[in-house]
């Protein structure tokens, strides 16, 4: 795993599932959100398209919910994380948000 390359003592790495992204065409993979008309034109879609604004406001619950779920120490006192010491790598798409 990336932690253990950068040797980042007492660290995790998690990765999410596919459904949480917009996949791309071609099998080129997937992306947070569609910052492009993937589907018909390939230009990039203004900032206020609505397909745009849906899929950006998915992929920021998404970074929400996992945010939650490692912060939530109501279900088992151990496991939970300190939000101080939670970091975020990302590139591309991943970065922006």
Request: aromatic fraction near 12%.
């Amino acid at each position: 795993s990336a932690s253990m390359k950068m040797n980042l003592p007492d660290s995790s790495q998690s990765k999410s599932s596919n459904s949480t992204f917009v996949e791309l065409p071609f099998g080129l993979g997937y992306t947070w959100f569609e910052e492009m008309d993937y589907q018909v034109t390939g230009d990039v879609l203004p900032n206020d398209h609505p397909r745009r604004l849906q899929s950006l406001s998915h992929a920021v619950l998404a970074m929400k919910a996992l945010l939650s779920s490692l912060t939530d120490h109501s279900s088992n006192e151990s496991s939970y994380w300190i939000p101080e010491r939670i970091f975020l790598f990302g590139f591309s798409a991943g970065a922006c948000l």
